[in-house]
């Protein structure tokens, strides 16, 4: 049992050592220097995203502008920024956003109603997808073994909305499923936020961060099968609503140090 116990704890003790000796390296050499040479970087990154204040999570049939989205998703994607100088830098990231469509129970009364039907069901399919690519300034401010980042960015994104089939059982309105189908569309963007990296070695960090995002996509919708004598159903042409979120998560920074001094 207690050789178990051992060697559990060795990687601990390992780990802590290791740890210890690179913050000692650090706080002598003072991380300080180190960075004054504006090492750039290349970092991996995934989030928990959460939206804000946007029609995107309404899930009223009569507003046309609630777009039946879950509130929160996840965003990943690769950054990178080359350093001018030692607090300011320039870089871009690539990113990748789910999130899930939200309940369809509303959907599914609201075209009941419409179509007068004795029954329907509303079937979301893909949920929301989004594509970004933002550019801008990366502001650094080392302290010790850590340092504290800012960044504006600005660019594009690109936006799939859910695909929704519409059953509509025994209705004289229409006999085949109707299919709101997946819209695309794109529009600007920008995002601002803050973070903390730690140093775990002049090649390697990790880091938190916090981004607050916006997007305003301009998406056209197309229906198949869609009777054009009910007036009163839900139908939409096109979906142009800002997109806010917020997104926490970690990232992994691979550093390239620069000889310019």
């Known amino acids: 049992m207690k050789k178990k116990n051992l060697a559990f704890l060795l990687p601990l003790v390992f780990a802590t050592s290791l740890f210890a000796q690179n913050t000692e390296r650090y706080t002598a050499l003072s ?3 180190y960075y004054a040479k504006a090492p750039s970087f290349v970092s991996l990154f995934g989030n928990y995203s959460m939206l ?5 999570t309404k899930t009223d049939y009569a507003n046309n502008a609630a777009g039946f989205s879950a509130g929160s998703g996840w965003n990943a994607g690769v950054q990178g920024c080359y350093y001018f100088s030692p607090n300011f830098g320039i870089g ?6 789910m999130y899930d469509a939200a309940s ?9 109603s419409s179509f007068n039907a004795p029954d329907a069901a509303v079937t979301a399919k893909n949920g929301y997808t989004m594509w970004n690519a933002l550019g801008g300034l ?16 600005g660019g594009y994104a690109s936006m799939d909305t859910p695909e929704m089939e519409i059953n509509l059982n025994n209705s004289a309105s229409s ?6 189908r997946r ?11 803050a973070g903390l990296r730690v140093h775990f070695s002049d090649a390697f960090s990790m880091g938190l961060h916090g981004d607050y995002f916006s997007a305003t996509p301009d998406i056209d919708i197309n229906y198949a099968r869609f ?13 142009k609503e800002t997109f806010n979120s917020l997104n926490v998560g970690l990232a992994f920074y691979f550093n390239f140090e620069q000889d310019r001094y």
């Open 31 to 33: 991380a300080r220097d």
């Open 52 to 56: 804000l204040n946007t029609n995107y």
């Open 92 to 97: 871009g990231l690539g990113s990748y956003s």
């Open 104 to 112: 369809t129970e509303n959907l599914t009364a609201g075209y009941r």
């Open 138 to 153: 990366f502001i650094t401010i080392p302290v010790e073994s850590v340092s504290f980042d800012f960044r504006g960015l």
């Open 175 to 180: 006999t085949s499923p109707i299919v709101q």
């Open 183 to 193: 819209g695309t569309g794109g529009g600007l963007a920008w995002m601002a936020g």
């Open 227 to 239: 009777p054009i004598t009910t007036l009163n159903a839900r139908r939409l042409t096109t979906y």
